[in-house]
């Protein structure tokens, strides 16, 4: 028997040797789901941060649970903040899914399963209608708009979430625990319905490594630049920073134009067009706005807009490109404020007509909404707008858009200040789409 004094030393040391053996995570975490871009596919993707195996075990809604079960990897992600925390992405895409059919899953493996989760599989159709919820600036500190979300989302109201740009404020702070704070915080809208995203420009650190490695978008440029079909629209996402951070390497930049133009002249074959009239874009930086700040939109010289005369070869904007392809809606972030725009191309108002303005529009419709909720707060408004502002508002809040067919689109501003209250709504009404409607 150990005499009192050494017993009460060691009880002394307990705490330290307790503390001194690090948790084993191997539970899933940071559950969310995004459209692979194949007809009757869904990627599911989580973190653990210790290694283990990759599936995902589902079935149909009413079916005894998990008959089914697939199989992925997982990717070893290392943080470059000053601790180097190492996690495992995993990755599982689930394939020959029927359209519109509701599915129960779970992730993880033998060491530890996730939450049960449910999702609708996306319906192939081009006869299909699907409706969106629009945001992008959402944080971890303050993010007013994601109960809301969160409610709505698994009230099973939207078909896919578009977020456009800037995560958690920021992804790598606290050497990338604000991260993964973060991506819990939205499980309980991503791991119900596919949560599509662009990188914007708090994703910047360490060469977007936080966005490239905890997303999965479809194609191969590491969720930089995607596009992918739903419904009537085929929607192109794409990064606005690679006109900013030149020092992650300019050929990015010329690369994403290059395919941006690929893409839209394959969006624009005559079959393609009937088939998905709509072309609608997202990226992070506005090429207009009226925010009363130094952002790049307040510029009538954008670089998103016009290019860079200060690179070699000179960059190209983007408003051409967009206006020569017939891009019908472009969907912003970045200004922590909501703002729709009339009808506008080369900084001037080409509306419809004068009574019905978005009937048939003569340029593209463009759709600010960067007020879901941020440690940064909402953004001033310049007190003098230019022609091309019809509605702004700096509520917090976020942005609904339903597809209804070939002709119609709808788009809705929710204001999270007033209860979820409808502040601003506009019908997008088009005959003819491609760059002959404009004329």
């Known amino acids: 028997m150990l005499p009192v004094p050494a017993a009460c030393a060691l009880l002394s040391l307990a705490p330290v040797l307790v503390l001194g053996v690090p948790p084993i995570w191997t539970q899933p975490e940071q559950v969310h789901l995004s459209y692979a871009?194949?007809?009757?596919?869904?990627v599911v993707t989580w973190t653990t941060f210790n290694k283990t195996e990759s599936e995902v075990e589902y079935g149909p809604a009413g079916a005894p649970l998990f008959e089914m079960s697939a199989k992925g990897d997982a990717t070893v992600f290392v943080d470059s903040g000053e601790e180097k925390r190492k996690m495992f992405i995993h990755r599982v895409t689930l394939t020959n899914l029927k359209p519109a059919a509701t599915y129960v899953y779970h992730c993880?493996?033998?060491?530890?399963?996730?939450?049960?989760?449910?999702?609708t599989a996306l319906n192939d159709s081009s006869s299909f209608s699907p409706r969106f919820a629009l945001y992008g600036d959402l944080g971890n500190e303050n993010p007013q708009s994601l109960a809301r979300l969160q409610k709505e989302a698994q009230q099973g109201l939207y078909d896919a979430i578009l977020h456009i740009g800037d995560f958690a404020y920021d992804m790598h702070e606290d050497n990338a625990r604000i991260g993964?704070?973060?991506?819990?915080?939205?499980?309980?809208?991503?791991?119900?319905?596919?949560?599509?995203?662009?990188?914007?420009?708090?994703?910047?650190?360490?060469?977007?490594?936080?966005?490239?490695?905890?997303?999965?978008?479809?194609?191969?440029?590491?969720s930089l630049w995607y596009s992918w079909n739903l419904g009537s629209a085929h929607i192109i996402s794409f990064s606005t920073e690679v006109y900013f951070y030149l020092q992650f390497g300019l050929?990015?930049?010329?690369?994403?134009?290059?395919?941006?133009?690929?893409?839209?002249?394959?969006?624009?074959?005559?079959?393609?067009?009937?088939?998905?009239?709509?072309?609608?874009?997202?990226?992070?930086?506005?090429?207009?706005?009226?925010?009363?700040?130094?952002?790049?939109?307040?510029?009538?010289?954008?670089?998103?807009?016009?290019?860079?005369?200060?690179?070699?070869?000179?960059?190209?904007?983007?408003?051409?490109?967009?206006?020569?392809?017939?891009?019908?809606?472009?969907?912003?972030?970045?200004?922590?404020?909501?703002?729709?725009?009339?009808?506008?191309?080369?900084?001037?108002?080409?509306?419809?007509?004068?009574?019905k303005p978005y009937v048939n529009p003569k340029a593209p419709v463009h759709i600010i909404t960067g007020s879901a909720g941020c440690r940064?707060?909402?953004?001033?408004?310049?007190?003098?707008?230019?022609?091309?502002?019809?509605?702004?508002?700096t509520d917090y809040g976020y942005s609904r858009m339903h597809v209804v067919n070939a002709t119609h689109l709808y788009l809705e501003q929710v204001s999270d200040d007033q209860d979820g209250k409808v502040i601003d709504n506009i019908w997008v009404v088009k005959e003819k789409h491609g760059f002959s409607a404009w004329s």
């Open 180 to 222: 993964d704070e973060f991506m819990r915080q939205i499980q309980s809208v991503a791991a119900y319905v596919p949560y599509m995203t662009c990188p914007g420009n708090h994703e910047a650190t360490y060469n977007f490594s936080n966005y490239r490695n905890r997303f999965s978008m479809p194609g191969q440029t590491e």
């Open 376 to 393: 940064e707060r909402t953004d001033r408004f310049n007190p003098n707008p230019k022609a091309w502002s019809a509605f702004r508002s």
């Open 37 to 42: 871009g194949v007809p009757g596919s869904m």
């Open 251 to 355: 050929e990015l930049l010329f690369k994403q134009y290059e395919w941006l133009k690929r893409d839209l002249e394959e969006a624009n074959r005559p079959e393609n067009r009937a088939e998905r009239p709509w072309i609608i874009t997202m990226g992070h930086r506005p090429m207009y706005c009226s925010d009363d700040d130094q952002d790049d939109c307040t510029n009538f010289d954008s670089y998103v807009r016009l290019g860079r005369n200060d690179t070699k070869p000179p960059a190209p904007g983007l408003e051409d490109l967009f206006y020569r392809h017939g891009v019908d809606v472009e969907l912003w972030a970045h200004e922590h404020t909501y703002e729709r725009l009339w009808p506008v191309y080369g900084d001037k108002v080409h509306n419809g007509s004068l009574e």
């Open 108 to 119: 993880g493996s033998d060491d530890g399963w996730s939450d049960v989760f449910f999702f």
